[in-house]
């Protein structure tokens, strides 16, 4: 079915998806005067006060899919979000490893459940080729990029120290400051800072200290008095709640008081200036661009308005733009660009999937050391983010997590029930398990690779007709011999320095994760939630989707922004640099009308 | 009031090792009262208050807790139920009881809005939940314990 134009409205810029990277386009690009249109394929729910509450009691009453990020979420299968067991199923997981990450289709995006862990890449992650003769070298280098880290770090609202940053090879202009101190380092950050002090392993002969930092993270902390003019953004419900992370303890999730950043803050902001030129258009799904054969010029989109959700009901609409931005991140923009037949020259479209394979460690601290309180990462073991072994393997991160175990307190008081315990010394017993409870998460750099891929299959079709994405993922020797090193070297080098129990235990593979043998090590492997590649810039059309500016090489006026454009991953969680890349390309689009 | 609340409560304080001060201050006392006799029904109910008086009746602490430990939690009758107080207390909710139970006692299957099916009772059932407060922590989402109060030693 052809849908016309229903608008009268031609808009200067049409933005797909109301994540974070859409919303500070938006924002950005709405605040210059430019009519811009958002269309967002799920429900805008999170915005409404009484129903941001309702997830919260949802989350409270859901029982074991609790732990699910997208559990406390209304199901929608007119959107459909991947791995929730509570609709449809979403990938198509043609292998030969699971994709085993998520996100979330509702207005405000994945933000709704990240944990907000902001660490900028450092300046080799963009030289890889270079460095060590690994991966692909980003088109631009860092110093392109550290003007828009900072400005994202202060829309964003990011907490963190400099000094600790620097120290880890992070460069800064003189004199910068995050808008707020750094999280106040946990219980457990201390513990390890203690005991680690000392500690250091040897990687291919050459010592690497094993050092603890603080991490930059989107929450609210105390503003940096150095930081004039900030004030932390409260919740969108209201305002004077969520100034400060209160420690909630369920981030991810959910923040119940929203003093961790979602994007719908940055809607709200940009709604709420004075003349906004910024209209949103939520349960509209965006299925295809429309392009002048001739010029190659993207004149609109087209996108299918459903008013129930779940229903197989929809209208075909069609709106006009001069410019038209994909932000509906990097599997969503692959799977919308596919369904276009977009011109891509490079063959890489859908291409170079990745994400951080994520090894959990666990044991028993010899004291208590109180988790279960406070935002889940306030520091990680960070110094080997980088080294010569890149040229060998992948370099990596440990979390050091403040919730304790995976699947706790479930798993003490069934193992304590199971021995016949109750009473006083049930409680006893329970108290010293799980006030002892420490766990890593080592997330691990994967290579851009051109088999990891988003591909489109005409026979699979969501309710409305829109493609499912099919992906096919693996995990190569680069990712998997730097897991082998943190759990065969990193790790128990950890435990004897903390006289730590170690009690990981990979007999079994709990879902959402999966099993893979490695150098005679079997051990589980998960997803981290970070979707980067599928659209990589690069300095040429026959090398890359997008160009330097986030331009489509093919289609003038089409801008696909978000994680998908970056060339590596690196070692950080990639929303911040996706970030970045978002707010320069706003400007890139800002200038062209300029010009 | 149920006739049998103080029964009920003394018998939890047994099993969950908290002071009825602390059992009455989460709230659900009642609520948890109510969900154990809907489960089980008149009859058995009964017979399940008659054999904890039979604990509550010994003065001596270690009497009960060795009754719980030989006659109670044994009981394939009654084993399985005490077991899911725990969890109830614990955990804040209430799991279906297996298949051999209900054949033994001829319950039906519990339908998808019965008491007997596996369900967090009520928001506050989870909010108060008593593993959290016995690590010194908070359940995720409630009770939060306010800002940087991670960083020292907990209350
Ligand atoms: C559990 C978890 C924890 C995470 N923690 C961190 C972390 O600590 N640090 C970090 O850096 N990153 C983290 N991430 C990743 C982070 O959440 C994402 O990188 C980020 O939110 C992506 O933002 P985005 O705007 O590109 O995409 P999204 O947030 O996915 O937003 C895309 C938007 O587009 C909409 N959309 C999709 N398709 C269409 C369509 N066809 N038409 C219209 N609209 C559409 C979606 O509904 C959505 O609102 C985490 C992810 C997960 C799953
Ligand atoms: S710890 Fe709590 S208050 Fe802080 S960000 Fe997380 S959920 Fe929000």
Same mark, same amino acid.
């Given at each position: ?37 958002? +269309? ?49 199923? @979403? ?19 994945? =933000? ?36 828009? @880290? ?14 600790? /940053? ?9 004199? @910068? ?53 900030? =004030? ?40 709420? =200036? ?80 990745? !994400? ?73 017993? +329970? ?14 750099? /994967?290579?851009? !690779?051109? !088999? ?36 065969? #070297? ?14 990981? !235990? ?19 492997? #998960? ?47 990639? =929303? ?20 | ?31 948890? /009262? ?78 998808? #809005? ?17 593993? @959290? ?23």
């Amino acid at each position: 079915m052809q849908a016309e134009s229903d608008d009268q409205k031609k808009f200067d810029v049409i933005i797909v998806g109301g994540g974070v990277c859409g919303a500070l386009a938006a924002k950005k690009i709405s605040a210059a005067g430019k009519s811009v249109l958002l +269309l967002e394929a799920g429900t805008k729910e999170a915005m409404d006060p009484g129903q941001y509450d309702s997830f919260i009691s949802r989350y409270y009453t859901m029982g074991a899919t609790r732990g699910s990020p997208n559990g406390p979420y209304p199901p929608n299968n007119s959107a459909l979000s991947p791995n929730d067991s509570n609709q449809d199923p @979403y990938f198509v997981q043609v292998g030969p490893q699971q994709f085993l990450s998520d996100y979330l289709r509702m207005l405000g995006g994945t =933000t709704l459940h990240w944990q907000g862990t902001s660490l900028r890449m450092l300046p080799v992650d963009f030289e890889m080729q270079t460095a060590y003769g690994r991966g692909t070298n980003w088109p631009i280098t860092y110093d392109h990029l550290e003007r828009f @880290y900072r400005e994202a770090e202060w829309e964003i609202g990011i907490c963190a120290n400099v000094e600790e /940053q620097a120290n880890l090879g992070v460069r800064f202009p003189p004199d @910068y400051v995050y808008p707020m101190e750094k999280m106040p380092q946990s219980l457990v950050d201390q513990f390890f800072m203690r005991k680690l002090d000392h500690a250091e392993v040897d990687l291919f002969g050459k010592p690497y200290p094993l050092k603890v930092v603080s991490m930059p993270v989107a929450r609210n902390a105390t503003p940096n008095l150095r930081a004039t003019g900030y =004030t932390p953004v409260g919740s969108t419900a209201d305002e004077s709640v969520g100034q400060r992370c209160q420690g909630n303890s369920s981030c991810s999730p959910l923040c119940p008081v929203q003093a961790k950043y979602n994007a719908l803050k940055t809607l709200a902001a940009a709604l709420k =200036t004075k003349d906004t030129h910024l209209e949103i258009r939520s349960q509209c799904v965006a299925s295809k661009l429309r392009v002048n054969a001739c010029s190659g010029r993207v004149t609109g989109v087209e996108y299918k308005e459903y008013s129930v959700r779940g229903k197989a009901e929809y209208t075909a609409k069609f709106v006009e733009g001069k410019v038209v931005v994909l932000a509906a991140n990097a599997i969503e923009n692959a799977v919308l660009m596919l369904a276009s037949g977009v011109v891509d020259d490079s063959g890489q479209l859908g291409r170079n999937l990745m !994400d951080h394979p994520f090894v959990v460690l666990r044991g028993l601290a010899p004291e208590p050391v109180y988790p279960f309180r406070g935002p889940d990462i306030t520091s990680g073991v960070e110094s080997l983010r980088d080294g010569r072994f890149r040229e060998k393997h992948a370099a990596f991160r440990a979390g050091i997590s403040n919730w304790g175990w995976v699947g706790e307190p479930t798993g003490s008081v069934e193992s304590l029930i199971g021995r016949s315990q109750f009473g006083k010394a049930f409680r006893e017993q +329970l108290c010293d398990r799980m006030s002892r409870m420490v766990r890593l998460g080592v997330m691990i750099e /994967q290579l851009p !690779d051109a !088999d990891n891929r988003v591909t489109i299959d005409p026979a699979r079709t969501d309710i409305l007709g829109n493609y499912l994405p099919v992906l096919n993922y693996k995990y190569d020797d680069y990712s998997l011999d730097a897991a082998v090193a943190a759990i065969r #070297t990193v790790w128990p080098t950890i435990v004897k320095h903390a006289g730590i129990e170690d009690t990981t !235990d990979f007999s079994s593979v709990p879902g959402g994760s999966q099993s893979v043998f490695q150098q005679g090590l079997r051990f589980n492997v #998960t997803g981290s939630g970070h979707l980067v590649g599928t659209h990589r810039m690069g300095h040429s059309a026959d090398s890359s989707v997008v160009d330097t500016e986030l331009r489509s090489w093919a289609h003038g006026n089409l801008y696909v922004i978000g994680s998908g454009s970056m060339v590596t991953i690196g070692t950080s969680n990639p =929303t911040l640099t996706a970030a970045a890349l978002s707010l320069r390309a706003a400007e890139n689009i800002l200038k062209t009308w300029r010009e | 009031m149920n006739p049998k609340r103080h029964t009920f409560l003394e018998f939890c304080v047994e099993i969950t090792g908290y002071p009825s001060v602390v059992l009455e201050g989460t709230g659900v006392v009642d609520l948890n /009262q109510q969900l154990l006799e809907d489960v089980l029904g008149s009859t058995l109910i009964a017979k399940f208050y008659l054999l904890i008086e039979t604990v509550l009746a010994l003065s001596d602490a270690s009497e009960r807790e060795k009754r719980i430990r030989e006659t109670v939690l044994p009981s394939p009758l009654f084993g399985p139920v005490v077991t899911n107080l725990i969890r109830l207390w614990y955990l804040g909710y209430w799991r279906e009881l297996p298949d051999d139970w209900r054949q033994m006692t001829s319950r039906p299957k519990p339908g998808p #809005t019965d008491a007997g099916r596996t369900h967090v009772p009520s928001e506050l059932s989870y909010i108060e939940q008593l593993s @959290y407060r016995t690590a010194r922590a908070h359940p995720p989402g409630a009770k939060p314990t306010g800002f940087g109060s991670w960083s020292r030693q907990p209350l």
